[in-house]
Structures are given as structure tokens and as C-alpha cells.
């Protein structure tokens, strides 16, 4: 800790962005420098909290990069300056929160199922005795809970891509759980996105591990860990209900785990083979398995209302992860898709609308528009699917509340980010909840 206050006592720092991370940035700080002065630069006016902060507002927010020794920035900020000279000044939480603690991190990332495997894997070690921390992606900035961390403290970290961007340190435990298009509108090419996640393991060392699956291995020389891929041929095996992985074999079945479907069991999987790791017994694993409630908004029952069940599985950002819930899901009757419009390809998506069993298709604008659109085009191979096109969500939850067949399940699963609709996935789950109550 004080091999950090010593780096910072004489920067001229600039926090860029001041949400949930550049808040706790701020607060660390000055609990730790007290009197340090702080610049804070947003594009949305912000109340500063504490003394000696002044705040850059407005559309000019990042036209004084160069006036700074150290720029430490939240993930979602968009750089307007990418030359050498802003880059190299250039750091965020994340990073200098790995410069104190990697050895102690398992940094855990992938396009999705992320925050599920984060927060299952922490709640098995804590309940398995460990001292254990959960941080990062999952909605607890790091500098938040530094002060709590031991020689012996076991850090979970989720890692989005923007936290990885820029980040020149890998943690000791990387795992890189998929990679599907995502964040375009920010990275402007797959590749881009592959290459920012690739920080995960770039900066690991002779010592370090990384689990990855098959299909995401990193290339030749581009890591010095040891890698364990999981998959069909892998070191870490996921069958239809058990996972194997070096020389045990445990057993997954429906009264084990109160998660669904069988991304779900990856997620298991990941957990399970880090917890061999650490000499966590079959037993422990279990019983922390058992007790693990799912998080909100990934495939959550929500209730049942004039004989539909409705789930919120708003999360959900791209086409596959709409298909990995419908297929979680027996009796699907309906689905909700549709959100931001950032270009993604959803050919996968409209080739399962016509493999499917759900009966009635509700999109909404602009992502869903789009797609409806284009299955309109091939209407002939499922006359009987029944296709709507709806104004908005509380519109979309009016028609499924009308062409869902009773006994059956509701399902809102996007595939598509909620910007521009909503602050966020979360606001929208909490909408779709609201909306199928009659709330609102």
C-alpha cells in the first residue's frame, strides 16, 4: 500500500470519470493523501465529494489530458486522444490496484457469464473458509475494499473489457470463460475487442495459470502462463451433467445447483476446477453450490401472474445468449428481444427462431426491428411462428401479456444492450418486473 501512496504523492493526477469507480478513486485518495488536490473531468456535470477536487465538465472534458503526470480512468470513458503521449500517462483503478495484489487476484473475463462465475466462485470459497473477496465489474470498485485485504485474502476480480483495455498487468489466475461480438460500438472491430480482453494473460508470468476455453486459446508466445483449456479435449471437461477435470469427477445434478441451463454448468465447471486449485473438497464445493442464489436479471423467475411465468434475463446482449435461455428454459411460449442497434450479427439468432419451439416473438426497437425485418424475408419456412413488432418494452410486455399461452413462461432476453432505452440492464430488468406486475 504505501509502495502506492508513494507513486501518487507527487503526480499531477486527473480522474476521468467520476461514476461508481472514480468516486471510490477520489475517496481512497484523499483518505490516503489527505490535502492531495485532484482534478475530476466528466462529459455530465458532477457534485464533487470531498476537498481539494475540481471538476472539467462538459463537451471540453478531455481536451486537457496533456496538462497531467497521470490520468486514471473509468472503464467506460471513451478516449478522444489515443496518441503515445495520452496513452503512456494512461492507468485506471485496475491496474494499480494489480500492481499491489495480483499475486493474490483470480481476474476472471469472457463476453458473458462473467459476474454468474465471479460471484459463484467467491461464494464457494468464502463458505469453504477462505478469506475471500469479490471485486471489480461486478459493481464493487476495487479501491473500495483495499483496506480489508490480508496477506491471505483470496480476490476475485471481474474484468470487463474497458477495465482490461489498458491494462499492462495480468493477474496471477486469469480466466477467460468466451468471446462473441460485443462492444463494437465502442472497439469498432471484433479484433479490437479480442485484443483488449488478450490483457487478461499478455502480462502474465512464468508461475501464472490460465484457464481458457478451447476456442479462445491464446496465440503462440502471447502469454507466459501455464494454460488449462476447457472444453471437448481440454484439462477442464463439461458434460451434460458433470464436470472432470484433471483426475476427479464430480456430478452436477438439478438438486445441486439452483442455476439453469447449460451455460450455467461452464460456469459451474470454471468454478469447480479453481476450487481443486485451492484444495477445496467435492463436499464444500457442493454445499457452496447448493446455497448460491442466482444473480439478478440472469435468468430470474420473477413470478407468475393470470397463469404466464415470466423470467428476466435482461443481461442478455447478444444473440447467443438469448438462444442459451430459451434452451435453459422448458415451455418457453414467448420472447422479448430487441435493444440498441450496434450492428451485431444475429444470423445465429433468426437460424434458431425457425429451429425453435417458441411460438411467439416479440421485438422491440431497434436491434429487434431490425431482425424482425429480416426474418420477414424467409417467413416461408415457419408460417405458424407468430411474429410482433412492439413501440417499446411496457408495449412488448402489453402483447405478451395477450399471445402467451397460460402455463407457459415469459421470456425477456434482449440480446441487446439497454443504451439508449435505459441507464442499464439492470433498470430495464427492474422495467420488464414493474411492467408484467402492472406498476407502471
Known sequence: MERLIRFLEDKNILVLGYGREGKATCQWIQKHLPGKEITVADLSPQQLEGENLRGIFGEEYQKTLLDYDLIIKSPGIVLENKSKEVISRITSQTELFLSLFRNQVIGITGTKGKSTTSALTAHIFRESGFDTLLLGNIGIPAFSKMDEIHEDTVIVYELSCHQLEYTRISPHIGVLLNLYEEHLDHYGTFENYKNAKANLYRNQKEGD?????????????????????????GILQIEEDEVSYRRTTLMIGEAETHLK???????????????????????????????????????????????????????????????????ALQNVGSVLIGGMERGIDYSDLEEYFFESDVPVWIFMPDSGHRIAEELSKKRDRAPQKEIFLAKDLKDAVRIAKEKTEKGTICLLSPAAASYGFFKDFEQRGDAFARYVRGEE
Open 261 to 327: 441451463g447449460r451455460h450455467n454448468l461452464n460456469n459451474i465447471g470454471v468454478a469447480y476446477a479453481l476450487a481443486k486449485e485451492y484444495g477445496i473438497s467435492d463436499e464444500d464445493f457442493l454445499k457452496g453450490l447448493s446455497t448460491f442464489a442466482p444473480l439478478p436479471h440472469r435468468l430470474q423467475d420473477i413470478g407468475t401472474y393470470d397463469g404466464i411465468t415470466y423470467y428476466d434475463d435482461s443481461i442478455s446482449t447478444i444473440g447467443q445468449t438469448a438462444i442459451r435461455a430459451m434452451q
Open 209 to 233: 495459470y490460465l484457464f481458457c476455453f478451447e476456442e479462445c486459446l491464446p496465440k503462440k508466445n502471447e502469454t507466459r502462463a501455464t494454460v488449462i483449456p476447457f472444453g471437448p479435449h
